[in-house]
């Protein structure tokens, strides 16, 4: 998944970012999902999950991403943003970018099991957009080799 | 609402300590909402809403109350943990109930617009017992006079 030198879309640059941010999460035996917010182009709130780490249920990226930003940006909305995942956020994380009404919501890969679209389809905020994003293949092999590793 | 020297229920002492928290919510200009966790008779954990405060979407009494009880009992599951609150949780908070694992939620009062029951009547976790607690009256009232003298 080398990008090499060629140009990359913005997209592809902060997905980038919560990629690698997922594979901190990995090297801290965490179950790696990363996570970012943009806003105008600029990356201002960065997450990794940290349940272990933290043992708290709701340290999950989005939600440390979605933190980071607002106390970055000193704004409890984050309405011109967008959140980047590198997986689908659950039920807790989807509620979570409603109440901070994130515009724009791009993930890399889908999570039949616990995504929001599973449990809770009609969570998200009515106005936001919601996208499947690059490195879909990346984020999904990542997860698969982390538990595959724990078996 | 003048408990008197009445014998209170369990049920009862622990929703009151939650709504002393939303009190001290609505003294910090908080829409007022709090709750507490309880193990074994004990409280371990307690939260009031702090959105305000703290400039943060995701700082609701149920999420505070639930990563101060995991802290404290040093466990990311409060799986035999009863989390009581003034309010019925949103979306974002049932999902965050859910990955704790909380086995029994007592809330006092209904939330028709953004209780998850509206959005995401799935998204409990399906061993939780799910109750409507006392103090439904007061804790309604706290949050109808906090809107109404905002107005």
């Given at each position: 998944m080398e990008?090499?030198?060629s140009i990359q879309t913005e997209d592809e640059r902060a997905m980038r970012a919560a990629l690698d941010e997922a594979y901190l999460a990995k090297e801290a035996g965490e179950v790696p999902i990363g996570a970012v917010v943009v806003y105008q182009g600029r990356i201002v709130g960065r997450g990794r999950n940290r349940v272990e780490q933290l043992q708290d249920p709701t340290a999950h990226a989005e939600i440390l991403a979605i933190t980071a930003a607002t106390e970055n940006l000193g704004a409890k909305y984050l309405?011109?943003?967008?959140?980047?995942v590198s997986l689908e956020?659950?039920?807790?994380?989807?509620?979570?970018?409603?109440?901070?009404?994130?515009s724009r919501i791009v993930y890399a890969t889908s999570d039949p099991k616990a995504g929001y679209h599973v449990l809770a389809p009609k969570a998200p905020h009515p106005r936001a957009v919601i996208e499947v994003g690059p490195f879909g293949d990346e984020a999904a092999g990542l997860l698969r080799s982390f538990f595959s590793e724990r078996r």
């Open positions: 990008q090499g030198k309405t011109d943003c967008t959140l980047y956020p659950c039920v807790m994380c989807m509620g979570a970018l409603r109440w901070a009404q994130v």
